[in-house]
């Protein structure tokens, strides 16, 4: 949002109550009343009829013992004030509901006033010291005027607890987010937390969109939103709807007004909702839609438009790390392609690889990370093969003894070319590259690792990559038929292969199947 973008206001009807959000009327302050004395019951609602705070009426609910008043708050969580009369049932049952609500319910928001007809009974002090009550008064005392003072105090105590709650689980969204900001899911996490302390601070109605227009428009005007307008971040209401739709799930006059905001490119307040408008430098349009906002300070309009840069610069930014580490990936396959081609095979075999290798890595329970990074490492497992003559790649025939020594040599020049990167990517490639060829009893090559002493790494792209190469087609072989692939396969367990590794891969041979479908090799006049 620029300087010049101009936040535009409807009309203001003072008639009107405050809505939250496409008309719903503000929700009202919860109040329980707990007394055996209907009399007081009566008074306080009638004395307290009209009441507002912060343009939030009041609904009361009303328990006659201490018992009862367990029964409903254990049902009700959340009210903003509990009035409490001591001597009931019993001389100290309001006191016992005291500490049923802080310790049992574990409710340390909602505020608690003794409001007593027998002070000796409960002694103020002590009360205050002992049971986390957090106003006393003698029901003498309380006059209308000092019934209206002691809401109005404690529901702006209770309304600035629940916001510093709100900012903390915002906080907490952020850091967390923040560990990992370039990931999608961390992004949204992001958006959220901030969202959250965003409606927080400014005492907002908590249900608030952050949404984005992926499609970029190449600068033509529109008059609506675009049809794949996503909602990247949902609290309150719309805690839900991360990853959807807009058009799919928001109410009609929600993206009436969002698409208002689009058509006069400006953000708007209108009827208690705020739409703040952005476009980024990709042409991708940002919204952010919050209901039951109240008036806006020129601080909270300053403060809406900071949020709605800053994430979608946030976004823009973790789209181009993804574009950096996508073209990382696009080349690792195109140089284990290049390699493939040079020795006169097929560059799905390094697709069929990585993905084989993938599903193997899973079934073993490795980490999401790790799994990840077998299926992009992999690929590379032969790049040493470029170090290697045409001549000994390309023979048709079984190789002499000096030949297959320099054959050989591929996963040793492949270590060494890919070692001295700091790419985590890379570091496991090379490890791959290294010992891919080793085998479980001992007998494989460069350096006869054997058992666990090989990286899984290695074993597990072994096997994915030995069941693709019998099956297809070489200078040196025709491809083995399915049948012969599984009997050599469960054969050479506990020799070549981990038999765990060769256990995991029966289990998910259907699915190892399909990847050999899904990347068949063309004909060789086909490609």
């Known amino acids: 949002m620029s300087d010049d973008d101009e936040l535009t206001f409807a009309a203001e009807d003072d008639a009107q109550p405050e809505l939250s959000g496409a008309g719903t009327p503000k929700p009202k302050w919860k109040i329980v009343i707990v007394d055996d004395d209907p009399g007081m019951h009566d008074v306080t609602k009638l004395t307290l009829a009209d009441f507002e705070f912060a343009g939030r009426g009041l609904s009361f609910i009303s328990c006659y013992s201490g018992a009862e008043a367990c029964e409903v708050l254990a049902d009700h969580p959340d009210p903003a004030l509990i009035v409490l009369d001591v001597v009931m ?55 209308a005027t000092k019934l209206y003072t002691l809401f109005c105090s404690s529901l702006r105590a209770y309304r600035d607890i629940v916001t510093i709650e709100q900012n903390r689980h915002g906080l907490e969204q952020v850091i967390k987010a923040s560990a990992n900001i370039f990931e999608l899911k961390s992004m949204n996490k992001f958006a959220k937390g901030t969202l959250e302390q965003l409606t927080a601070l400014l005492q907002f109605d908590p249900s608030a969109l952050y949404l984005q227009d992926s499609v970029p428009r190449g600068g033509q005007a529109t008059t609506s939103a675009g049809e794949d307008l ?51 430098r990709n042409g991708a349009t940002n919204l952010t839609y919050m209901s039951g906002v109240g008036m806006i300070s020129p601080m909270d309009r300053h403060l809406l438009k900071l949020f709605i840069q ?58 999401e990370e790790e799994v990840e990074l077998v299926k992009l490492a992999s690929p590379l497992h032969d790049i040493g093969k470029i170090g290697i003559p045409d001549a000994i790649l390309s023979k048709p025939g079984k190789l002499d003894p000096n030949e297959w020594e320099t054959m050989k040599s591929h996963a040793r020049l492949g270590h060494d070319m890919l070692a001295g990167s700091n790419r985590t990517i890379l570091k ?66 506990g020799r070549h292969f981990d038999p765990r590794g060769i256990e995991l891969f029966m289990r998910n041979l259907s699915e190892i199947a399909s990847v050999r479908e899904r990347y068949m090799d063309l004909p060789a006049d086909a490609e």
Do not use: C
């Not at 949902?234 to 807009?246: I, K, P, Q």
């Not at 090989?454 to 070489?474: K, M, N, P, Q, Y």
């Open 89 to 143: 049932e019993s001389e100290h049952a309001g006191l016992d509901v005291a500490r049923y609500i802080r310790e049992e319910l574990n409710n340390w928001q909602s505020r608690i006033v003794l409001r007593t007809g027998q002070p000796g009974q409960a002694p103020e002090r002590q009360v205050i010291a002992d049971y986390d009550i957090n106003d006393y008064k003698e029901k003498t005392d309380l006059t």
């Open 230 to 280: 996503r909602i990247l971040a949902g609290t309150g209401a719309f805690n839900d709807l991360t990853g959807d739709d807009a058009r799919n799930v928001l109410p009609a006059p929600v993206m009436a007004r969002l698409d208002k905001a689009v058509a006069s490119a400006a953000s708007s307040y209108e009827d208690g909702d705020f739409v703040g408008y952005f476009k980024d």
């Open 428 to 493: 496991a490639a090379a490890i791959i590259a290294l010992e891919h060829h080793e085998k479980w009893d001992g007998s494989g090559y460069p350096n006869g690792k054997a058992g666990e002493d090989i990286h899984i790494f290695g074993r597990l792209t072994a096997i994915a990559d030995v069941f693709d190469a019998l099956g297809s087609d070489r200078v040196y072989k025709q491809a083995w038929p399915m049948e012969r692939i599984v009997e050599y396969m469960q054969a050479e367990s």
């Open 310 to 367: 800053n994430v979608s610069i946030a976004f823009e930014n973790a789209q181009l790390h993804e574009d950096v580490a996508e073209t990382q990936r696009e080349i690792v396959y195109m140089l284990g392609e290049a390699v493939e081609t040079r020795s006169q095979e097929t560059g799905n075999h390094v697709k069929r690889v990585a993905e084989i290798s993938r599903i193997l890595a899973e079934a073993y329970g490795l980490g």
